[in-house]
């Protein structure tokens, strides 16, 4: 909900709260209380951590729901309130990061507590950083080399990683200078060093990692490197045609860890190409045709519309090249990258009777578009602006490492409308 006065006949109304930017600034009073010095030093740490707590919530949840707004016509919700919106988060975040390191810190060594980096160091806590390394760390690391064999892997929400850039070849000879180092969250996050004297002190797994990480690559130099954490969208949807809502947030709540990427943090000093990396990873490489367009350019608000099947594909087995679909305000995909015709010959071995539904882009396979020509699209119904989905996606297929992801862009189990469309369904769950 934007910030705007809303006229009525008799007046104006105030202006309405918009309840994002109303969560920030209650983090910001709670953030608050961690400069108050009548408040106990550690209870200041503790709201510090719980700002961080909610600012987690925040993306997860609003941020991500908002961010899905902005991207539908007629939401309120408009790339200005966007950026508005990420400048007081990155605000509440500069300001949360002050208070830690230059005033909490410094009353936490003056009180005998001490968070100490690998500089800082003296030698029997080096020797003990290097035990702990060896025996509860290294071993439950695996670097994974970026090469077209191995892709970007999957990253859980709000998990530990990091991302090297590396100098020369590996073991068998190839110059993958990426690798991503995920860090499982078995591990403590920060680990009190044993020692003598009234002082206490104790290092960050970040540190420990960034002190070995070179050993994690015999033979091979660490150009630059970075730590990084992907917060996804993490709300629970269940659809209103759910049978069994136990199994429904059951699955939800197993696959709620990768959804859709909506904020990525990585340290002050990542180089831009690193972080440039990771932000082209988490996006998929497709666009909805749809989204932003007027209801006055476009509106299919519930309408049977004509597809065609790539019928050589596993999904499409048994099914006719001419289908349908249920189009209920639904996306209709554009790859990112591909040139031309989204049905234009691709020089495959195994193709499509129906002149090749391939995309030509590597990883990507279109399985069913809409047809080329905005007259013979709607089948049953009314659909306005049809033009605007003639030859799209209606149905695609990314593969994700050794997992795939499938896109239908219209709904195959929709009541007793698409019976037509269930094998398309259940084709993808079986693969």
Same mark, same amino acid.
């Given at each position: 909900?934007?910030?705007?006065?809303?006229?009525?006949?008799?007046?104006?109304?105030?202006?309405?709260?918009?309840?994002?930017?109303?969560?920030?600034?209650?983090?910001?009073?709670?953030?608050?209380?961690?400069?108050?010095?009548?408040?106990?030093?550690?209870?200041?740490?503790?709201?510090?951590?719980?700002?961080?707590?909610?600012?987690?919530?925040?993306?997860?949840?609003?941020?991500?729901?908002?961010?899905?707004?902005?991207?539908?016509?007629?939401?309120?919700?408009?790339?200005?309130?966007?950026?508005?919106?990420?400048?007081?988060?990155?605000?509440?975040?500069?300001?949360?990061?002050?208070?830690?390191?230059?005033?909490?810190?410094?009353?936490?060594?003056?009180?005998?507590?001490?968070?100490?980096?690998?500089?800082?160091?003296?030698?029997?806590?080096?020797?003990?950083?290097?035990?702990?390394?060896?025996?509860?760390?290294?071993?439950?690391?695996?670097?994974?080399?970026?090469?077209?064999?191995?892709?970007?892997?999957?990253?859980?929400?709000?998990?530990?990683?990091?991302?090297?850039?590396?100098?020369?070849?590996?073991?068998?000879?190839?110059?993958?200078?990426?690798?991503?180092?995920?860090?499982?969250?078995?591990?403590?996050?920060?680990?009190?060093?044993?020692?003598?004297?009234?002082?206490?002190?104790?290092?960050?797994?970040?540190?420990?990692?960034?002190?070995?990480?070179?050993?994690?690559?015999?033979?091979?130099?660490?150009?630059?490197?970075?730590?990084?954490?992907?917060?996804?969208?993490?709300?629970?949807?269940?659809?209103?045609?759910?049978?069994?809502?136990?199994?429904?947030?059951?699955?939800?709540?197993?696959?709620?860890?990768?959804?859709?990427?909506?904020?990525?943090? =990585?340290?002050? $000093?990542? /180089?831009?190409?690193?972080?440039?990396? %990771? @932000?082209?990873?988490?996006? !998929?490489?497709?666009?909805?045709?749809?989204?932003?367009?007027?209801?006055?350019?476009?509106?299919?608000?519930?309408?049977?519309?004509?597809?065609?099947?790539?019928?050589?594909?596993?999904?499409?087995?048994?099914?006719?090249?001419?289908?349908?679909?249920?189009?209920?305000?639904?996306?209709?995909?554009?790859?990112?990258?591909?040139?031309?015709?989204?049905?234009?010959?691709?020089?495959?071995?195994?193709?499509?009777?129906?002149?090749?539904?391939?995309?030509?882009?590597?990883?990507?396979? =279109?399985?069913? $578009?809409? /047809?080329?020509?905005?007259?013979?699209? %709607? @089948?049953?119904?009314?659909? !306005?602006?049809?033009?605007?989905?003639?030859?799209?996606?209606?149905?695609?297929?990314?593969?994700?490492?050794?997992?795939?992801?499938?896109?239908?862009?219209?709904?195959?189990?929709?009541?007793?409308?698409?019976?037509?469309?269930?094998?398309?369904?259940?084709?993808?769950?079986?693969?």
């Amino acid at each position: 909900m934007t910030e705007r006065a809303i006229g009525k006949p008799h007046g104006d109304l105030p202006p309405l709260l918009n309840r994002e930017r109303a969560i920030l600034e209650f983090n910001r009073r709670v953030l608050a209380q961690a400069r108050r010095d009548d408040v106990p030093l550690l209870e200041r740490l503790r709201y510090v951590c719980i700002v961080s707590s909610n600012l987690d919530e925040f993306f997860e949840i609003r941020f991500a729901d908002t961010l899905g707004a902005s991207r539908r016509a007629g939401s309120g919700v408009s790339p200005a309130d966007m950026e508005a919106l990420a400048a007081a988060a990155h605000a509440l975040i500069d300001a949360q990061y002050a208070v830690f390191n230059d005033e909490l810190m410094p009353a936490l060594v003056a009180n005998g507590i001490r968070i100490v980096n690998h500089a800082d160091r003296d030698d029997a806590e080096r020797r003990w950083v290097d035990r702990f390394f060896e025996t509860q760390v290294r071993p439950l690391l695996v670097p994974v080399g970026l090469d077209p064999a191995h892709p970007f892997p999957q990253v859980a929400n709000k998990s530990l990683n990091f991302i090297a850039r590396l100098a020369g070849k590996d073991a068998f000879g190839r110059r993958n200078t990426i690798s991503i180092v995920k860090v499982p969250r078995v591990l403590p996050r920060v680990m009190r060093v044993p020692g003598e004297g009234p002082e206490q002190s104790f290092v960050l797994l970040t540190s420990v990692i960034r002190a070995h990480l070179g050993e994690l690559f015999p033979g091979r130099e660490v150009e630059a490197f970075s730590q990084f954490r992907i917060t996804r969208d993490s709300d629970l949807e269940v659809d209103a045609d759910v049978s069994n809502l136990r199994q429904a947030l059951r699955s939800g709540l197993t696959t709620r860890h990768y959804g859709q990427a909506v904020r990525l943090e =990585v340290v002050n $000093t990542c /180089p831009a190409e690193l972080s440039d990396f %990771l @932000l082209e990873q988490f996006n !998929l490489p497709v666009k909805d045709v749809t989204r932003g367009l007027a209801r006055k350019d476009f509106y299919i608000p519930g309408s049977i519309l004509r597809t065609e099947l790539d019928t050589m594909h596993p999904i499409a087995k048994g099914m006719p090249q001419q289908s349908i679909a249920w189009f209920e305000n639904s996306p209709a995909f554009e790859i990112q990258g591909q040139t031309g015709d989204m049905r234009q010959e691709t020089g495959e071995k195994t193709r499509s009777p129906v002149s090749g539904l391939s995309s030509a882009v590597p990883g990507i396979r =279109v399985i069913a $578009t809409y /047809p080329k020509d905005p007259k013979n699209i %709607l @089948l049953s119904g009314w659909a !306005l602006g049809a033009e605007k989905i003639a030859g799209k996606a209606a149905l695609v297929e990314f593969t994700i490492g050794k997992g795939k992801i499938v896109l239908f862009g219209f709904r195959p189990q929709y009541r007793g409308q698409s019976l037509a469309t269930f094998p398309l369904l259940f084709n993808a769950i079986s693969q």
